[in-house]
């Protein structure tokens, strides 16, 4: 633990190139060690072979998307864990996710195109529905022009009760070859990444990102109390207002393009405070490395467990993330 400690850095990279050549080295078709060598050396001469080809591809997009969603995930959790001072907050609470959710599968069940090729549709009707839900929730937690936590989650409450019942309800009325792509929707999956596909969310990803990285002082001020915060400059009001949107867009962003994720945003955070404290200058980046090396180790275990098959990725989060979250809980009352 003091290594851990004393040597953060090396630890996030040592981890980060062991998962990376993990991911890259291990697909249905077979492990192979050397795989990123070989694709280096066939890059060098002009002419990939079909290993090396998969790997740059269908592995490589893969691999980028699941750091940016466990980024993005991981650094709402510990934003929202910052503005509720709960550790146990998580932007499921919200609904973001919940909301992305009934949006896509509505565009499913009832075939709603907007014209749009498939790459792009259910993305963005996921995206809007995010967002209206976010907006939604927000608008719920202000009483007399003050932020309201416990109004704003119960308002997540309800929207998550509202949209599961909805939900529930497409699954009644969607067809076989629709139930299948909900049932992947609902649990999580980055099977569909592609470049063209990141080249669309990573810069969305990178610079919301970016705009949470000025407000990491003001919520370590933040948690010293609402009055302190202000006396030593900390505009409450506005950084309340800014992260909660930045949140749920980055929610929005992050669902929109694989789907439902639980537990990176609840853990992920809550883990890095225990390493490194509650400070945010060094809580928020690792949180963001945290969830992007936790969404890679998940996706890698959903590649290979039942391989050929493949499992959800949000299977292997909530395998993961539900015995933490009680040992959480559990330490959290004690």
């Given at each position: 633990?003091?290594?851990?400690?004393?040597?953060?850095?090396?630890?996030?990279?040592?981890?980060?190139?062991?998962?990376?050549?993990?991911?890259?080295?291990?697909?249905?078709?077979?492990?192979?060690?050397?795989?990123?060598?070989?694709?280096?050396?066939?890059?060098?001469?002009?002419?990939l072979s079909p290993?090396?080809?998969?790997?740059?591809?269908?592995?490589?997009?893969?691999?980028?998307?699941?750091?940016?969603?466990?980024?993005?995930?991981?650094?709402?959790?510990?934003?929202?864990?910052?503005?509720?001072?709960?550790?146990?907050?998580?932007?499921?609470?919200?609904?973001?996710?919940?909301?992305?959710?009934?949006?896509?599968?509505?565009?499913?069940?009832?075939?709603?195109?907007?014209?749009?090729?498939?790459?792009?549709?259910?993305?963005?009707?996921?995206?809007?529905?995010?967002?209206?839900?976010?907006?939604?929730?927000?608008?719920?937690?202000?009483?007399?022009?003050?932020?309201?936590?416990?109004?704003?989650?119960?308002?997540?409450?309800?929207?998550?009760?509202?949209?599961?019942?909805?939900?529930?309800?497409?699954?009644?009325?969607?067809?076989?070859?629709?139930?299948?792509?909900?049932?992947?929707?609902?649990?999580?999956?980055?099977?569909?990444?592609?470049?063209?596909?990141?080249?669309?969310?990573?810069?969305?990803?990178?610079?919301?990102?970016?705009?949470?990285?000025?407000?990491?002082?003001?919520?370590?001020?933040?948690?010293?109390?609402?009055?302190?915060?202000?006396?030593?400059?900390?505009?409450?009001?506005?950084?309340?207002?800014?992260?909660?949107?930045?949140?749920?867009?980055?929610?929005?962003?992050a669902t929109a393009?694989?789907?439902?994720?639980?537990?990176?945003?609840?853990?992920?955070?809550?883990?890095?405070?225990?390493?490194?404290?509650?400070?945010?200058?060094?809580?928020?980046?690792?949180?963001?490395?945290?969830?992007?090396?936790?969404?890679?180790?998940?996706?890698?275990?959903?590649?290979?467990?039942?391989?050929?098959?493949?499992?959800?990725?949000?299977?292997?989060?909530?395998?993961?993330?539900?015995?933490?979250?009680?040992?959480?809980?559990?330490?959290?009352?004690?």
């Amino acid at each position: 633990m003091h290594w851990i400690k004393s040597h953060p850095r090396g630890l996030w990279l040592l981890a980060a190139l062991a998962l990376c050549w993990l991911s890259l080295s291990t697909g249905p078709a077979g492990s192979d060690p050397w795989l990123l060598w070989q694709y280096l050396a066939d890059k060098h001469q002009g002419s990939l072979s079909p290993a090396a080809l998969a790997l740059e591809q269908i592995r490589l997009p893969r691999l980028l998307l699941a750091m940016l969603v466990g980024a993005a995930l991981a650094g709402s959790g510990a934003v929202l864990q910052g503005l509720c001072r709960n550790p146990l907050a998580d932007p499921g609470l919200m609904g973001l996710s919940s909301g992305a959710a009934l949006a896509a599968l509505g565009s499913i069940v009832f075939g709603i195109h907007w014209g749009l090729p498939p790459l792009w549709r259910l993305p963005l009707a996921a995206f809007v529905g995010a967002l209206v839900t976010g907006f939604i929730v927000i608008r719920f937690g202000y009483r007399q022009n003050r932020l309201s936590i416990t109004h704003l989650i119960l308002a997540g409450v309800g929207i998550n009760a509202l949209a599961g019942a909805l939900m529930g309800l497409l699954s009644h009325i969607a067809d076989e070859s629709s139930l299948k792509l909900m049932t992947y929707w609902t649990l999580g999956s980055v099977a569909g990444a592609s470049w063209p596909q990141l080249a669309l969310a990573a810069p969305l990803l990178v610079l919301t990102l970016a705009r949470l990285w000025p407000w990491r002082l003001g919520l370590t001020l933040w948690l010293l109390g609402e009055r302190d915060a202000q006396t030593l400059g900390v505009d409450v009001k506005k950084m309340q207002q800014r992260l909660l949107v930045l949140v749920s867009v980055l929610v929005a962003i992050a669902t929109a393009f694989t789907g439902v994720i639980g537990f990176v945003g609840l853990v992920v955070p809550h883990l890095c405070r225990m390493l490194f404290g509650g400070d945010y200058r060094q809580l928020l980046p690792a949180s963001l490395w945290g969830g992007a090396l936790l969404m890679v180790l998940s996706d890698w275990l959903a590649r290979t467990l039942v391989s050929p098959q493949e499992l959800p990725v949000g299977i292997i989060t909530a395998l993961m993330g539900t015995p933490v979250f009680l040992y959480l809980l559990r330490r959290h009352h004690a």
